[in-house]
């Protein structure tokens, strides 16, 4: 088992910045790429950033340029630092970690909210 706990959401203004963290903990051998994904109501859970056990990092292409995904491995913790925020980023941030080689390792925290007022 993997619990991620997420913090670091909040209310900001169009322009502003927040920066969300996720740890991890438990089972946390088995994980090979840690994601941020988002979720507005009314709306599928769409894939925000991706970093892998080797560093490699993918973005969508809304928050390019934007948003950067970085580790800690000392701490186990994932963090996404969120600049020129846009009300449409406003949503319930999720942290998921997931294995490769491990079916069904496959973790999600418990969302924190982030809304970005106009």
């Known amino acids: 088992q993997v619990q991620l706990v997420e913090s670091g959401g909040g209310l900001v203004q169009a322009g502003g910045s927040l920066r969300l963290s996720c740890a991890a903990s438990?089972?946390?051998?088995?994980?090979?790429?840690m994601d941020w994904y988002r979720q507005d109501p009314g709306k599928q859970r769409e894939l925000v950033a991706t970093?892998?056990?080797?560093?490699?990092?993918n973005y969508a292409d809304a928050v390019k340029g934007r948003f950067t995904i970085s580790r800690d491995n000392a701490k186990n913790t994932v963090y996404l630092q969120m600049n020129s925020l846009k009300p449409e980023d406003t949503a319930v941030y999720y942290c998921?970690?997931?294995?490769?080689?491990?079916?069904?390792?496959?973790?999600w925290g418990q969302g924190t909210q982030v809304t970005v007022s106009s």
């Open positions: 998921h970690a997931r294995s490769f080689r491990i079916r069904g390792y496959d973790y």
């Open positions: 438990g089972s946390i051998f088995s994980i090979d790429a």
């Open positions: 970093i892998t056990n080797d560093g490699r990092t």
